[in-house]
């Protein structure tokens, strides 16, 4: 292991450019394919076709005051966004975009980018704990209840992957998928893991922690600013690292015909994110109770019904 | 028993979703409804009544309204003003003067069906913004076609 200060600090800079981008992007993606799926047009006078909308919201945002309610847990409140956002620098790391194009090969990388996952939640906790406002609070005790549905079957999600090809190693994952892709052999586990993963990334419609119709704005109420944007770019980040997994478990990583690697992970990243959109724009949020049950009576049994038959099968 | 509608219900449920998820597929295919004004604008439906306007005779080019004040009589909101006198030598009055407090307008169009020579109409023009309403409480109808005065 010889990591230079030098890589790291690429690393960290090239991170920020594809955080930022990433989101500025999505942003815009995401008012596009909201509009187009309600008869209108969406952002269309900031640059060509709205796309530099995003850059002149985040100008906006970034020069207003960030607001701190007198009665809030200070520190925590500031720490919150932060908590939210700093994982995604660590979870990029085992993230392969190609078969050369890779921060650093980790043997445990799945492991890594799971785990880092959780910390989201801790963020969303700490805003909700710290603005000291009882719809913030009702939004991070939210959040916190639902990782018990989502996580276990996710989990599940990914053990049966990793059953399969016997590593952690996202790089090997997608190798072992080089013939056929994983979603041929488990379409049903692909559904459970974009349904989990959504319920991971708080979008809609399991959106609880934010659920504007009944809590204001949840976890983020009293955010304004910077801190408001940095959960938002914390969120469309999220976004990204779950559909580049997805990618990597399901859809054969970097492979695929004509052309190079970089642009076959991204041309799937960026249809299963807009896959999420998809649902977002359609369904209607369901209430918490549904989402408890949906998790524990249908996305559970499900995976681990897949699991105990991929387990018995590949015995065989 | 119990597990077949669980089944069912699960599959029911993934189905009823695509159809949700076709919709709103078939709704980005469509044309958006949205139309970019000032750049463009939405065709105006025939009956659209706008202020009322004078038409002018085509003979003459001057307005119609032969200053009979019946639209102004008979309008509810008393918004029309109009006076009249003959022109040197002309057989019938001309209005010399014919304004409009749009400001009270309910474009009932009573004064447009008055009319005894068809002189007046509703006007097309929608894009009326003022930051002062003094400029709609007396619009002058009769600056456009001029006047023989
Ligand atoms: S439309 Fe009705 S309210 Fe308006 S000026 Fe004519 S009569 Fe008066
Ligand atoms: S009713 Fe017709 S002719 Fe008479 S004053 Fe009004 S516009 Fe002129």
Redesign the interface.
């Given at each position: 292991m010889n990591i230079s200060l030098l890589s790291v600090v690429g690393y960290l800079v090239g991170i920020a450019a594809l955080v930022g981008l990433n989101a500025v992007i999505l942003v815009w993606l995401e008012r596009k394919?909201a509009?187009?799926?309600?008869?209108?047009?969406g952002p269309?006078e900031v640059g060509p076709h709205g796309i530099l909308q995003t850059l002149a919201d985040g100008i906006k945002l970034v020069s207003k005051q960030l607001v701190i309610p007198d009665e809030a847990d200070k520190p925590l409140f500031l720490l919150a966004p932060i908590v939210s956002l700093v994982p995604i620098f660590a979870a990029m790391v085992p993230l392969p975009f190609s078969e050369t194009v890779q921060a650093w090969e980790l043997n445990i990388g799945l492991l890594l980018i799971i785990a880092l996952g959780l910390l989201n939640t801790l963020g969303i906790l700490l805003a909700g704990w710290g603005s000291n406002n009882k719809y913030a609070l009702l939004g991070g005790a939210r959040a916190v209840a639902q990782i018990l549905a989502y996580k276990i079957p996710l989990l599940i999600c990914v053990m049966t992957i990793i059953m399969m090809t016997g590593s952690y190693s996202l790089r090997d994952i997608a190798i072992a998928q080089k013939d056929t892709w994983n979603v041929l052999y488990q379409p049903i586990l692909f559904?459970v893991y974009i349904i989990t993963v959504t319920l991971e990334t708080n979008r809609s419609p399991f959106d609880f922690s934010e659920a504007e119709s009944e809590l204001v704005a949840g976890f983020h109420t009293e955010y304004s600013g910077m801190g408001f944007s940095l959960f938002f770019l914390a969120e469309y980040s999220y976004m990204f690292i779950a559909a580049g997994l997805a990618t990597v478990l399901f859809l054969g990583g970097w492979h695929g015909p004509w052309l190079p690697g970089v642009a076959w992970t991204l041309i799937k990243i960026y249809s299963i994110i807009f896959l999420m959109m998809?649902?977002r724009?359609?369904?209607p949020r369901v209430r918490i109770d549904q989402m408890l049950s949906f998790g524990w009576k249908?996305l559970l049994p499900?995976s681990l019904i897949n699991f105990i038959i991929t387990a018995g099968v590949l015995a065989l | 028993m119990m597990e077949c509608c669980y089944i069912k219900e699960v599959v029911k449920g993934f189905f009823s979703l695509c159809t949700g998820m076709r919709v709103t597929m078939g709704n980005v295919l469509t044309r958006p409804t949205t139309v970019q004004w000032p750049r463009e604008s939405a065709p105006l439906p025939d009956r659209f009544r706008g202020h009322i306007m004078l038409l002018a005779d085509d003979a003459t080019g001057y307005p119609k309204c032969i200053a009979c004040t019946s639209c102004a009589r008979n309008c509810p909101s008393q918004c029309i003003t109009v006076t009249g006198k003959k022109p040197e030598g002309a057989k019938k009055k001309m209005a010399d003067r014919f304004e409009l407090d749009f400001t009270k307008c309910s474009l009932c169009g009573l004064c447009v069906e008055i009319c005894p020579v068809g002189a007046l109409d509703f006007s097309r023009d929608y894009a009326l913004a003022s930051y002062s309403r003094n400029d709609f409480n007396s619009m002058d109808l009769l600056q456009e076609l001029g006047s023989p005065f």
């Open positions: 394919v509009g187009h799926m309600q008869f209108r047009l269309m559904i998809w649902f724009w359609t369904f249908i499900l | -």
